[in-house]
Every structure is written in structure tokens, then in C-alpha cells.
């Protein structure tokens, strides 16, 4: 049985029908054609699917499309302004950190997460967020790199 629920996606208020098994991410990318948010390993290991949910870092596979009632979301599809992208993209790819894309979107939505809250993130912060996601292609040296200039970047820019 499907129920209606209404969220803002990216700035833009949004209304669709959900079925009780439907999670965020059979939302984002079935309902609404955002394919950013990606379908990993479906049990919230991997971090392809996170997305920003009221400000936090949330994995998309894990949770059921109901949770999106009320809600504010932001994808990688609204993060860049217009044709600039968002400084933790440019980072990320000044840093040699983006290969085959899978797993960039979300780990650059952790980072705006974590650095959302806070700008001062410690090393150990920064770690423990990207711990949360699987890359196979650029080791982990490069998204590390892309994300303390990520760090430096927002420190640096009064509009990010």
C-alpha cells in the first residue's frame, strides 16, 4: 500500500508515493531519477548510497523511504552550484582521488556532513568519516589528501 509523503530534495520541495518496503535510495534513484546515490553493497557498509538527511551523513540503503516525510535531503546532484562544483569535488579531484566515480559522491556528502558541523574537524574526525566508505580504485592516500584540502578549501572560502 503506498502513502504519499512530501520532503525537500536539494532545495526543491518534493511529493511521492512510497511503498512500506521502498528504501531511500529506491526513492532517489527509481521515483526520482538521481542516480548519484549510489547501490552498493545494500547493508550500509560500503557508503556508496550516503546522502545528507537533516544535516547528518546517512546511508540511503538502510533506511525506509518514510523516514524522508518532513525531511530535508541533499544528493551530489544538489551540492555543486550550477556549473561550479562544490570545493570538497574540486579537492577531491585536484588530489588524484576520483577513478571510476562509484564511491566519490558519498564520501564527498560525509565530508560536507562532517565538515558542515565542523569546519576544525581533527585528523581522527576526518578518518573516522571516511572509514565509513570502500574505495578499489585509488588506495586511501589520495582521499585523504583530497580531504584536508577539502578542509583548507572551505576554511578559505566564506561562500561553501
Not at 66 to 70: C, I, N, S
Given at each position: 500500500m503506498a502513502e504519499t509523503i512530501?520532503?525537500?530534495l536539494n532545495g526543491t520541495p518534493h511529493t511521492v508515493a512510497v511503498d512500506s518496503a521502498d528504501k531511500i535510495v529506491d526513492v532517489?534513484?527509481?521515483h526520482l531519477n538521481l542516480t548519484g546515490t549510489k547501490r552498493g553493497c545494500d547493508d550500509g557498509t560500503c557508503?556508496?548510497?550516503t546522502?545528507?538527511?537533516d544535516g547528518e551523513a546517512k546511508r540511503a540503503c538502510l533506511l525506509p523511504a518514510?523516514?524522508?516525510?518532513?525531511a530535508t535531503v541533499l544528493t551530489i546532484e544538489g551540492l555543486s552550484n550550477g556549473a561550479e562544483i562544490h570545493p570538497i569535488q574540486k579537492a577531491l579531484m585536484e588530489a588524484g582521488a576520483v577513478q571510476c566515480g562509484y564511491c566519490i559522491p558519498g564520501i564527498v556528502l560525509e565530508l560536507y556532513a562532517l565538515f558542515a558541523k565542523n569546519a576544525n574537524a581533527t585528523d581522527d574526525e576526518i578518518k573516522t568519516a571516511l572509514s565509513r566508505h570502500f574505495c578499489r580504485c585509488t588506495g586511501y592516500e589520495a582521499i585523504w589528501e583530497g580531504a584536508k584540502l577539502a578542509q583548507k578549501y572551505l576554511k578559505n572560502s566564506p561562500n561553501s
Open positions: 512530501q520532503f525537500t532517489l534513484r527509481e557508503g556508496a548510497c546522502i545528507v538527511l518514510t523516514k524522508l516525510a518532513g
